[in-house]
């Protein structure tokens, strides 16, 4: 599956909260289904570094953030395009919780310049980790991508051990080093 696909893919989600394919199997009390999903954020189909990792949580800020925020709103749908800045460093949402999550785990100094999403990873993004195009940081549950047993490599790097527990991406760590050495090129 290519980025392409994947962008396709979400694009049957319209202005609805849930994905056409979840509606039958989500449970019904135990996903925020007020606010939209974010299976990504940023330029998906531009991007040279790819760090995967799981839900970080919602905030009791995010559902009035999106609901008093037009612009928000309308930035999340258009992050499912799959061309948008990484939503969270876009100029006119510091104040989102987001924002502070983004820069707690990655740092202050960069700039904002499922199994589709698995199945994107594993036949897209891994072999083209593997031919040196983009870079992969795996940064937390490895085994639920699917990377149990993977090798790392210069351009594929998966968080072991404690490196998962908070998967910081800021200049001192494993990933935020290969993020900042990508994002030099």
Known sequence: MSAGELVQFWSLLGENNVHPCDIAILPSNQFEIRLAP????????????????????????DVPYE??????????????????PYLYFIRGFEDHPGHRWARGT???DLK????????????????RARRGEVALIVARSSALWGFSGEREDQN?????????RRAYVTSGSRGGALLRQRLAR
């Open 106 to 108: 990655f740092g202050w």
């Open 38 to 61: 974010v299976p990504w954020a940023g330029p998906i189909n531009t991007a040279s570094t790819f760090i995967l990792m799981l839900n970080p949580g919602v905030s009791s800020e």
């Open 156 to 164: 594929v790097l998966i968080y072991q051990g404690s490196e998962t």
């Open 112 to 127: 904002a310049s499922d199994a589709a999403i698995q199945k994107f990873v594993r036949h897209s993004l891994l072999p």
């Open 67 to 84: 609901n008093s925020r037009a612009e928000f709103a309308r930035a999340l749908r258009q992050n499912l395009a799959g061309d948008l």
